[in-house]
């Protein structure tokens, strides 16, 4: 039942099948990841969540070792990971925040929907931008005034569930200017 989520989610973006439908909801998995948990792309197939429960940070870490996030994601959201070896600053990785349900699909089955149905290529072009779309949030965000990016954030995401040190990281400013700036809005 949960599938169906996913499948319709996929549905808004394009128009689905029926036979597309089925083999989508059929090639569905569903799996529980604790709070902490590391996804990780495996090869060269990228690689795709939804969130129906949960909340995760995408992030890289430099060269010293000091930790960037440049993406989160909530409930209802797609999580693509892809080419985070090939771009030195995006995100390589997934970290789930809190105890999370998400579906995927295998690569066998990405492939497969992909090469066997019409509309894959189109919903994968979709999911892309969509996902580029979200990306490009952070860009705006960060160029805003810092105290009125955080208050944009905060009607975007779920501030009060994340940590003031990756809210910082995401914002690219400091935590203790984080910090400031939660208190001076209180």
């Given at each position: 039942m ?7 989610h996929?549905?808004?973006l ?17 799996k529980?990841?604790?709070?902490g948990d590391?996804?990780?792309?495996n ?6 969540w ?14 010293e070792?000091?930790e960037?996030v ?20 995006a995100?390589d990785?997934?970290?789930?925040l809190?105890?999370?349900?998400l ?16 509309e894959?290529p189109k ?13 490009e ?12 990016g ?15 040190k ?20 209180e």
């Open positions: 949960k599938n169906l989520q996913l499948t319709d996929f549905a808004s394009y128009p689905l099948g029926d036979p597309f439908r089925k083999a989508l909801s059929g090639a569905l998995t569903q529980q990841y604790k709070k590391i996804l990780r792309q090869g060269q197939t990228p690689m795709i939804y969130i129906q429960k949960g909340l995760a940070k995408g992030y890289y870490q430099d060269q070792g000091k960037h440049t993406r989160f994601w909530k409930e209802n959201q797609v999580m693509l990971l892809a080419g985070g070896q090939k771009i030195p600053a995100a990785r997934i970290m789930l809190e105890d999370s349900q579906t995927t699909l295998s690569d066998s089955s990405i492939l497969f929907l992909y090469h066997s149905f019409a894959a919903l994968s072009s979709k999911i892309i931008l969509n996902d580029r779309n979200q990306g949030l952070r860009s705006f965000l960060c160029s805003m005034p810092t105290p009125q955080y208050a944009a954030f905060q009607q975007i995401f779920p501030s009060a569930r994340l940590l003031l990756d809210i910082a990281s995401y914002l690219e400013i400091s935590a203790g200017r984080m910090s400031t700036i939660r208190k001076n809005i």
